[in-house]
C-alpha cells in the first residue's frame, strides 16, 4: 500500500509551515509524517509503520553522528577552532580579508566543527577586519556562508556520514568526492563577496560580544584531532583496515584533548558534544519518520516521469532530489538523508555508482539548505547583527554558490562518470 503523491507532498508542506511557526523541526517532521500518511490512504497502522521503518533505517547514522560529538566538542570549547580561525586570518591579513573569512570557515567545517559554530568563531575577527577595510555586512557574511558550504561538502560532518552510511561507502570516499564541489564554492563565493563586499548595512564593534581572554592551544596541537580522525578514516583505502567513523571520530577528539593538555576538561567537552550532536540526532529522527513515509509514496514516481517527460536522463534524479529535498528542510543534513533514503535505491537501479550517487545528491542539498525555515539562516544574521530583512538578500548569493557546486558535481558524477 502506497501513500499517495499528494499525501507525500502535504507531509513536507505541514513539516515547513509548522517549523516557520517555531515549532521543534522533529515534532514538526512527525506531525507532517502523521497527516500526510493519513491524507495519502494508507491509514493509521501503515503510517506508523512506515515512519518506524524509516527511522530504524537511520539509526546507524544517528550513532555514528552522537560519537562525532566528541571530536565536535574537542575543537570548539578548547579554543582549537577560534585558533586555527585567527591563524588563517592573520597569515592571509587584511589585504585578502574576504578569502581568509572564506578559508576560515571552509577549514574549521571541513575538520568537524558545525557550520553555525564556524561563522559564530569566525565573525568577531571578520567584525574587526571589516572595521579596519571599511567591508560590509554582507560581504563578510557571504564570505563566511560560502568557506561553511565548502568545509560541509568535504568534512566528517552529520550530512556526510549520513550519506555514506546510506549508500554503504567508506566516509573518507565521501569526503573525498566532495572536494571539487568544495573548490568551485571558494571560487564562486570569493567572486560574490567582492561584489559585494562594499553593500549592505555598516559594520559596527557592538555588532559582536567581545571575544572571551582565554589562552587558546598551538595550532599544531588544534590540529592534532582532526589530523588523527583523517589518519585512522585513511587505514581502510590505505591498508585495507576498516577503522569505522564510530571509533575514529571519538579517538581523534580524544588525542586532540590530550595534545592541547587539557585532560581536566575532557567531561566538560563530552557534555558539549553531546549536546550539539543530540539536536542533530533528534532532527534525523524527525527527518527518519519523514522519509518512511515519501519513500512509501508514488512522489518517487511522479518526479522521475517528469524527468522522463522532459528528455533528461535519469541521474539527474540524484541532484534534484538533494536539492528538493535540501529546500524542504533547510538543513544539508536533513536534506542529505531524506534524499538518500527516499531515492536513493531508485538512483542505483538506473546504474549510478554508489558514491556518485551519494556525492551528487549531498552536493544539491547545499543549494538551498540557507532558506529562513532552517536554524543556519538566523545564527548567520544573528551572528554579526543583520536584520532578517538585509538576511533574505543572500539567499540568491547563496543559493548560487550552492548550484554551482552541485553542478561540478553533477558533470563529474553523473555526466563523465569519474566513478563507477
Given amino acids: 500500500m502506497s501513500v499517495s503523491a499528494l499525501g507525500a507532498i502535504l507531509a513536507l508542506v505541514i513539516a515547513i509551515v509548522?517549523?516557520?511557526?517555531?515549532?521543534?523541526?522533529?515534532?514538526?517532521?512527525?506531525?507532517?509524517a502523521i497527516i500526510g500518511g493519513l491524507v495519502g490512504g494508507v491509514g493509521l497502522t501503515h503510517t506508523v509503520t512506515y515512519m518506524i521503518d524509516g527511522t530504524?533505517?537511520?539509526?546507524?547514522?544517528?550513532?555514528?553522528?552522537?560519537?562525532?560529538?566528541?571530536?565536535?566538542?574537542?575543537?570548539?570549547?578548547?579554543?582549537a577552532a577560534a585558533r586555527i580561525a585567527e591563524v588563517i586570518v592573520k597569515k592571509l591579513g587584511t589585504k585578502n580579508a574576504l578569502?581568509?573569512?572564506?578559508?576560515?570557515?571552509?577549514?574549521?567545517?571541513?575538520?568537524?566543527?558545525?557550520?553555525?559554530?564556524?561563522?559564530i568563531t569566525v565573525s568577531p575577527i571578520a567584525i574587526q577586519i571589516a572595521q579596519k577595510t571599511g567591508y560590509r555586512k554582507l560581504g563578510i557574511?557571504?564570505?563566511?556562508?560560502?568557506?561553511?558550504k565548502a568545509g560541509n561538502v568535504m568534512s566528517p560532518n552529520p550530512n556526510a556520514i549520513a550519506a555514506a552510511e546510506t549508500f554503504k561507502v567508506p566516509l573518507t570516499s565521501m569526503m573525498a568526492a566532495g572536494i571539487p564541489a568544495a573548490l568551485t564554492a571558494i571560487v564562486v563565493t570569493t567572486l560574490i563577496a567582492r561584489r559585494l563586499a562594499h553593500k549592505g548595512s555598516e559594520v559596527l564593534i557592538d555588532d559582536v560580544e567581545a571575544s572571551k581572554n582565554e589562552v587558546l592551544p598551538s595550532l599544531w596541537a588544534s590540529f592534532v584531532g582532526?589530523?588523527?580522525?583523517?589518519?585512522?578514516?585513511?587505514?581502510?583505502?590505505?591498508?585495507?583496515?576498516?577503522i569505522d567513523p564510530l571509533i575514529a571520530l571519538p579517538v581523534g577528539g580524544l588525542a586532540g584533548i590530550i595534545a592541547m593538555g587539557k585532560t581536566k576538561h575532557t567531561i566538560?567537552?563530552?557534555?558539549?558534544?553531546?549536546?550539539?550532536?543530540?539536536?542533530?540526532?533528534?532532527?534525523?529522527?524527525?527527518?527518519?519518520?519523514?522519509?518512511?513515509?515519501?519513500?512509501?509514496?508514488?512522489?518517487?514516481?511522479?518526479?522521475?516521469?517528469?524527468?522522463?517527460?522532459?528528455?533528461l536522463p535519469a541521474f539527474l534524479l540524484a541532484p534534484i532530489s538533494g536539492i528538493l529535498?535540501?529546500?524542504?528542510?533547510?538543513?544539508?543534513?536533513?536534506?542529505?538523508?531524506?534524499?538518500?533514503?527516499?531515492?536513493?535505491?531508485?538512483?542505483?537501479?538506473?546504474?549510478?555508482a554508489r558514491l556518485a550517487a551519494g556525492a551528487m545528491i549531498h552536493s544539491g542539498s547545499f543549494v538551498f539548505d540557507g532558506l529562513p525555515?532552517?536554524?543556519?539562516?538566523?545564527?548567520?544574521?544573528?551572528?554579526?547583527?543583520?536584520?532578517?530583512?538585509?538576511?533574505l538578500k543572500l539567499i540568491p548569493y547563496e543559493s548560487l554558490i550552492g548550484f554551482g557546486m552541485v553542478t561540478m558535481s553533477t558533470v563529474l558524477y553523473g555526466v563523465l562518470r569519474v566513478v563507477g
Fill in 56 to 79: 530504524k533505517n537511520i539509526v546507524s547514522a544517528i550513532i555514528r553522528i552522537v560519537t562525532a560529538g566528541i571530536l565536535a566538542g574537542t575543537l570548539i570549547e578548547s579554543g
Fill in 226 to 242: 582532526p589530523l588523527v580522525t583523517i589518519l585512522l578514516l585513511l587505514c581502510r583505502p590505505l591498508f585495507n583496515i576498516t
Fill in 99 to 119: 578569502l581568509a573569512m572564506t578559508l576560515a570557515t571552509w577549514i574549521l567545517t571541513s575538520v568537524g566543527v558545525f557550520g553555525d559554530v564556524a561563522v
Fill in 373 to 391: 525555515h532552517g536554524s543556519f539562516f538566523h545564527v548567520s544574521a544573528g551572528c554579526i547583527n543583520m536584520e532578517i530583512k538585509e538576511r
Fill in 18 to 32: 509548522l517549523i516557520l511557526k517555531k515549532v521543534p523541526p522533529t515534532y514538526a517532521m512527525i506531525i507532517g
Fill in 325 to 352: 529535498m535540501g529546500a524542504a528542510s533547510a538543513s544539508s543534513t536533513a536534506g542529505t538523508t531524506l534524499a538518500s533514503q527516499v531515492f536513493g535505491d531508485v538512483i542505483l537501479s538506473y546504474g549510478v
Fill in 268 to 311: 566538560e567537552y563530552l557534555k558539549f558534544g553531546l549536546m550539539k550532536m543530540s539536536g542533530v540526532a533528534m532532527l534525523l529522527v524527525g527527518t527518519g519518520t519523514l522519509a518512511g513515509i515519501i519513500a512509501n509514496s508514488t512522489l518517487k514516481d511522479v518526479i522521475i516521469t517528469g524527468l522522463g517527460t522532459l528528455g
Fill in 141 to 148: 557574511l557571504i564570505a563566511m556562508i560560502g568557506g561553511v
